[in-house]
């Protein structure tokens, strides 16, 4: 298939699920707004139609809460209550002081939102200068809201000790965007639930992919659990609301990341831009002191104890997005391209150790390659100039969807499609990969010989 053609059907998928103001992940399995995926769904419609980018986070900025948190699912009232769960008579945040009149989760998602804001911008300066006048605002909440509520030197974010500071924490393994990552399982084991709290809710996400590829009940069971104490708190992060808690590297670094492109903003609206600045740095210091193990070479998520998880999970070569020392880039892509994680040119980066304990091939975070998480470490790769790493891991990235089509996410070992088709993020990040390459992508080689 040409670059042209896979253009061609990126950009189909995008309309196809265009919602008329907003674009939703998927027809059959996500039928509303997730506010993450309306990010890198927006850097897609950045080179198709910058006008929809706009849109696409204006419309997610438009149900931020009172508090400024943006919240991880905005509920599209035209769809039917029941249509995935849990939906919004399971957040009930009508119910809650502060929240929008849109419904909405009550939870948040990684920002990588200011980032998104920054490329509609240059993709149509001139009405993206008003544009950055309209989110500029929201944007900044949206940060404040998680390094004045969710600071890990916070109260209800340590269990002992003195305050840390510095990094900002979690409260919901949804709110990694990693769901089921074996980063979290530690944490989870602490939370007590019962798979009879599901009794009543129907998992919707069944009815459209194996049960094998996704989180467990007893995973569910845990996500309700922590849900429904945070409800019973009003969704204040306040001492006794939160059942898990973690701190994410990718998170993180996409905060510190999101607050340089603040600055950039800042700059180009003619305001105020080194505090966005000084908070990135501050952000990427903490990350290297508390989460960066020099040993492992790798970015480790902590605990609610503030102690290191040793799982090497895709979301610890995020922080590459990063001004980084050049030691510390030199042990991420040497364990990138080791035998955890095994760049190659056909299969995207796996979202866990492939030697791990917790691998599975099919299920969810605990393996499968993702198009965002690569495309993430992509950009890590070009801002720190490695760029035959780079080039490596953005053929994978389009073989992969040339292959198999705009899935949802990859086998880690063979590159087959897994999760639902015609996923949103993934053609819009193809639309990306192709606008950004320097040279045609070749056609891919085949798997014989596919990373064991």
């Known amino acids: 298939m040409s670059d042209a053609e896979l253009r061609r059907r990126a950009v189909d998928v995008l309309r196809g699920n265009w919602e008329g103001g907003h674009t939703v992940p998927s027809r059959r399995l996500y039928p509303h707004q997730w506010s993450w995926d309306s990010a890198f769904i927006a850097i897609g419609w950045a080179h198709a139609s910058p006008g929809r980018g706009r849109h696409e986070l204006e419309s997610l900025l438009a149900a931020q809460w009172a508090d400024g948190r943006v919240p991880q699912i905005v509920f599209n009232p035209a769809v039917a209550r029941d249509a995935y769960f849990p939906g919004p008579d399971f957040w009930r945040s009508r119910d809650v002081p502060g929240a929008p009149a849109r419904e909405t989760s009550g939870i948040v998602q990684p920002p990588v939102h200011a980032v998104a804001a920054l490329e509609v911008h ?63 399982d530690a944490e989870l084991a602490r939370v007590s639930a019962d798979v009879e709290v599901l009794a009543g809710h129907r998992r919707r996400d069944l009815d459209h992919v194996d049960a094998t590829e996704r989180p467990t009940a007893a995973d569910y069971a845990r996500y309700v659990a922590i849900v429904d104490t945070y409800r019973e708190h009003g969704y204040r992060d306040e001492p006794g609301a939160h059942l898990f808690v973690a701190v994410d590297p990718l998170f993180n670094a996409l905060l510190a990341w999101s607050e340089e492109a603040l600055a950039e903003i800042a700059d180009i609206l003619g305001k105020p831009s080194q505090p966005h600045r000084e908070r990135a740095a501050a952000i990427r210091d903490a990350l290297l002191e508390r989460c960066y193990d020099r040993a492992a070479g790798h970015f480790f998520a902590l605990d609610r104890d503030g102690e290191r998880v040793a799982e090497h999970c ?50 969810y975070w605990r393996g499968p390659a993702w198009i965002n998480t690569s495309w993430l470490v992509l950009r890590g790769l070009e801002r720190h100039g490695r760029h035959a790493e780079a080039a490596t891991l953005r053929t994978a990235m389009l073989n992969a969807v040339r292959q198999e089509g705009f899935r949802e996410y990859f086998d880690p070992r063979t590159s087959a499609g897994r999760g639902v088709a015609d996923f949103s993020w993934s053609a819009a990040l193809t639309l990306d990969l192709l606008a950004t390459a320097t040279e045609p992508i070749p056609e891919p080689r085949p798997l014989t010989g596919a990373p064991s």
Request: glycine share 10%; hydrophobic share 40%.
């Open 122 to 184: 240059r993709a149509s300066p001139t009405l993206g200068r008003r544009f950055l006048r309209r989110v500029y605002p929201a944007l900044q909440a949206q940060h404040d809201y998680l390094l004045r509520e969710r600071s890990d030197g916070s109260v209800d974010a340590r269990s002992a000790g003195a305050p840390r500071g510095g990094l900002v924490t979690i409260v919901h393994p949804w709110e990694s965007g990693q769901d089921n990552s074996p980063a979290w």
């Open 314 to 363: 895709i979301g610890g070569l995020v922080p590459l997005v990063l001004d980084l020392p050049a030691d510390v880039v030199d042990a991420l892509v040497a364990g990138m391209t080791g035998p955890r994680f095994t760049l190659n040119d056909r299969v995207p980066l796996p979202s866990y150790d492939l030697t791990g304990p917790a691998f599975d091939t099919t299920r």
